[in-house]
């Protein structure tokens, strides 16, 4: 069992940042893929950004790619997300997740185990 809590949301101009985090309690937090996905108001939850377990791989979204970083401090029991250059279109509620990584690897939403409660990101223009 795995339980996520995420913090670093906030208000923040176009072109700003913000750092999001997500503590993770329970054992063994480096056998478990993280990713962070997005839902803005209307829209469908939305991948953003994946890291294994060891850190050694990660992947983006295509619309985040080059602006976002995905990183974890398995010490922690910590995974980032740092957000640049921000825009308008980035505004949503970010969740964080956690799939076991023996289960293989993955983007979709439906196959993560495990959510945090959200943290709402704001970008104005």
């Known amino acids: 069992q795995v339980q996520l809590v995420e913090s670093g949301g906030g208000s923040v101009q176009a072109g700003g940042s913000l750092r999001l985090s997500c503590a993770a309690s329970?054992?063994?937090?480096?056998?478990?893929?993280m990713a962070w996905f997005r839902q803005a108001p209307g829209k469908e939850r939305e991948f953003v950004a994946r890291?294994?377990?060891?850190?050694?791989?990660?992947i983006y979204a295509d619309s985040v790619k080059g602006r976002f970083t995905i990183s974890r401090d398995n010490g922690k029991n910590t995974v980032y997300l740092q957000m640049n250059s921000l825009k308008p279109e980035d505004t949503a509620v970010y969740y964080c997740?956690?799939?076991?990584?023996?289960?293989?690897?993955?983007?979709?939403?439906?196959?993560?185990?495990?959510w945090g409660q959200g943290t709402q990101v704001t970008v104005s223009s």
């Open positions: 997740a956690a799939r076991p990584s023996i289960l293989g690897i993955t983007t979709t939403a439906s196959r993560y185990d495990y």
């Open positions: 890291i294994t377990g060891t850190g050694g791989s990660t």
């Open positions: 329970g054992r063994l937090f480096s056998s478990y893929a």
